[in-house]
């Protein structure tokens, strides 16, 4: 096979080059990958060589790594999880009741080398060196392209897999949210598993600024995108993942931005979630995909929601914000608020975030929740400076009585002199 015939596919990575040419090294970890085929991505000369080379040969050696790496800034990632109670060998995981079973708010003091995990579950977080921490989110350096130097568990925070299944999706329902922030046109997020993983694969990358969201078993798979919108913006997005045994729903910024329909079986694995490249990889025949930038927190939350609901199946939203989204020349004293559609529960200093958009650091104060209004309050424990936008992020963890969660919203606004 000659050059001629890899000029009309996309190999961004040596091992998916590999796996192609030779056909005996099973599906790469792209391989599903819905970005697949772009004419337009194709690695450096040197690595088409390198391919033809070890091709034609048939030695697949060392052969130099394509161009698939990120600057990402991201923050607040979110997990929930509502198990299926089933019977048969098809059952996977611990039913575990409503409420996290991990929660990483990533705001450990500088030299920190463990996430420490807020749910009550134990799960903590391994951090790597190359990971800096700074009290209010995790930074992680970059690495240039063509180091070709896989780092490990250095470059990652590392949560290991739960012996009882908690941080396993299982074949229920599963949400990944995440807040992030990147400049940069790959990468992988958040993960767990590989392409080969027994048991199968959850993978978040942000191909050419596109978000994607895969949930894939040897039963099936399902991968639901932004399509068009672009999030490699340089500007905070947040994440929502919504996967049940039918379909997985993406949506970015509060709004649907995708959706694929699909059967994805029984996910459960023993490898740990990684955020920050893969877990497994030795950068020649398999890419690490690292990432640069910063992340926030993640939250994972697995069992059926408390409170049946008769029937209700509709989540709470937000009705209005005091700023207004987008207001300018706000005042910098005085409490932040946002009113729902209904009744809520779930409001806290965990769940309400105040933070300076250009840096996305957190401000603390007392959050208060109205249940006569359905408004939530944040009286910030400083006054906000002057000129300068701040957001605030109402999580997932707030939720109606019925059990319903509220989709991560986001408001702006920027104070006054």
Known sequence: MGLETLAGARYSTTEEAATRRAGARGAPDHAFDPYWGDPGAHPPPTVMAAIQQRSDSGAWGAAPRGKNYMRTKLAVVAVTAAAMLMTGSGTSGAAVGSGYVLDLQLNEASGARTAVDASGMGHDGAIGSHVVMNGAYADWDRHAPAAGVPYGLEHLISVPDAPDGSLDPGAGDFTVEFRFKTKENFGNILQKGQSRTVGGQVKFQIPKGKLSCMFRTAEGVATATSGATLLNDDQWHDVRCVR?????????????????????????????????GKHECDDVTVTCDYFAGEIDSVRMTKGATSGGGGGDTTAPTVSSTTPAAGATGAPRGGDLAATFSEAVSGVSGTTMILRKTSTGAKFGGVVTYDPATQTATLNPNVTLASNTEFNVTLTNGIQDTAGNALATTTWSFTTGS
């Open 244 to 276: 049940t045994s039918t379909s997985v729903t993406l949506y970015v910024d509060g709004l649907q931005v995708g959706r694929k329909n699909g059967f994805t079986g029984n996910l459960d694995n023993k490898k740990p979630w990684t955020i920050g």
